[in-house]
């Protein structure tokens, strides 16, 4: 029989493995379902004590390390996928599922059909990326997905849009620890760094809850730059002081010569 306490110390074991706190939950869960379900035990009022939910802060990247990601490649259809993954803010489902008609390169906008949520949405789409589709459309030239898979009625599998990125990101030179997720959070990120309004952000995040798009206030260091350090203010209150001793100094040896 699965004790409540035999539950709690799996749990408490699972934590100490370091694993994340979403999956002792499920864990949790699966078991709960086997014991009322499966094994049929009387179901208990008093529930077991779960982790809190981890709120952690989306990763970014610097501008120009983007830009050396991006470049990495020298496969245009691998450059293409990743400009447009940064560029427009695109989840890897929906890069994988672009159709070619859904660039528009006139209005400077991209159609998402049925993204996250089951929502239609438009958002922007860069001259340097129409660019490069241009570019990739007219040597691929592609039928029903703008980046088919191995066969030319199929999308590319996310698992492979992955792989690029982290072949890129390997190339790079770039010592970091990123999966491809970063490239959209870094571009919300620079929108915001950069003056858009939050609610724009969220429309072309495809977010239903504004919470969500906010998290990235908290990673932008916009602010946080011009708030000076305590430490960085005593030092240069110091160091003007004694240069101020000094020119004193200095004025009255030449007062005196």
């Not at 981890?54 to 830009?67: A, C, Q, R, S």
């Not at 999966?179 to 620079?190: E, G, K, M, Q, Y």
Request: net charge positive; proline share 3%; with cysteine.
């Amino acid at each position: 029989m699965l004790s409540r306490d035999r539950v709690q110390n799996y749990a408490v074991q699972l934590l100490e493995q370091d694993y994340s706190h979403a999956y002792v939950n499920q864990a949790i869960s699966a078991l709960r379902f086997v014991t009322s379900k499966v094994l049929k035990a009387p179901s208990r009022k008093a529930g077991y004590i779960r982790p809190k939910k981890e709120k952690k802060l989306p990763y970014v990247l610097l501008e120009e390390e983007v830009l050396q990601i991006l470049r990495a490649p020298d496969n245009l259809k691998h450059r293409t996928m990743l400009y447009l993954t940064y560029a427009s803010g695109l989840r890897v489902s929906e890069v994988v599922r672009l159709r070619p008609e859904d660039l528009d390169g006139v209005r400077g906008t991209i159609r998402i059909r049925q993204g996250k949520g089951k929502k239609d949405r438009h958002t922007l789409l860069s001259h340097a990326a129409w660019k490069l589709v241009q570019t990739y459309v007219r040597q691929e030239r592609p039928s029903v997905w703008l980046f088919a898979g191995q066969h030319p009625r199929t999308h590319l599998h996310e698992r492979s849009l992955q792989k690029v990125f982290s072949d890129a990101l390997c190339r790079s030179g770039i010592n970091k620890r990123a999966d491809i997720h970063v490239l959209r959070h870094s571009f919300a990120t620079h929108l915001l760094e950069n003056g858009t309004d939050l609610r724009f952000i969220q429309e072309l995040l495809g977010h239903a809850n504004s919470a969500t798009t906010e998290r990235y206030t908290h990673v932008s260091t916009k602010n946080i730059k011009r708030i000076q350090s305590p430490l960085d203010r005593i030092i240069d209150e110091l160091d003007r002081g004694v240069r101020e001793m000094v020119e004193g100094k200095l004025k009255r040896v030449h007062c005196v010569v």
